[in-house]
């Protein structure tokens, strides 16, 4: 009697569910970024000195059916080995790309928002996470489709004297 209660319940409940979603136009966009990417990176480590450079390599899939991609990166970052990961989606109610991101150099989470401009080729980002010495730090970020395979990121955030500065930027390059 109680495995046919159970069946019933169970029966009932998944009638009432909605449909799962569907990949849309935003998760187009935001899939278009699967495959292998070579990476040159340039960290700010001080303002007025030049940048340190190193090379890494990201490599984007697509998960959960088509809604959202998986980036796992590796290189090198100030000299030291560097990893880091991140899932993306496209959120319907908030009208905006969000995610998160972790990494070798910090001790959490960073979590941010993005919209895209069509019209530029360029997504516009915050984030929000650890900035390495326990406290939290808010951050601005670029990314732009600038031609067939190559897209730059730009990471804003403060700089010792609290104003906005370009903290880093990786170009990176799709892989054939």
Not at 86 to 104: A, E, R
Request: glycine share 14%.
């Amino acid at each position: 009697m109680n495995v046919l209660f159970t069946l019933a319940v169970v029966a009932l409940f998944a009638a009432q569910q909605p449909a799962p979603p569907k990949p849309g136009a935003e998760h187009k966009l935001l899939t278009a970024d699967a495959g292998t990417w070579d990476a040159v990176i340039e960290f700010n480590a001080e303002p007025g000195k030049p940048p340190m450079k190193s090379k890494g390599v990201e490599v984007t899939t697509v998960g959960c059916g088509g809604l959202c991609i998986i980036t796992s990166f590796k290189g090198q970052m100030a000299g030291a080995p560097f990893e880091g990961a991140g899932v993306t989606t496209w959120d319907p109610k908030k009208q905006k790309y969000v995610g998160n991101w972790v990494d070798s150099m910090a001790p959490g989470m960073a979590i941010g928002e993005t919209t895209y401009d069509a019209a530029k080729k360029t997504f516009n980002g915050t984030m929000e996470g650890p900035d390495g010495s326990g406290g939290v730090m808010k951050a601005r970020s670029t990314t732009v489709m600038t031609a067939a395979g190559t897209r730059v990121f730009t990471l804003y955030g403060p700089g010792p004297d609290g104003k906005e500065g370009e903290m880093l930027k990786i170009t990176y390059t799709r892989r054939k």
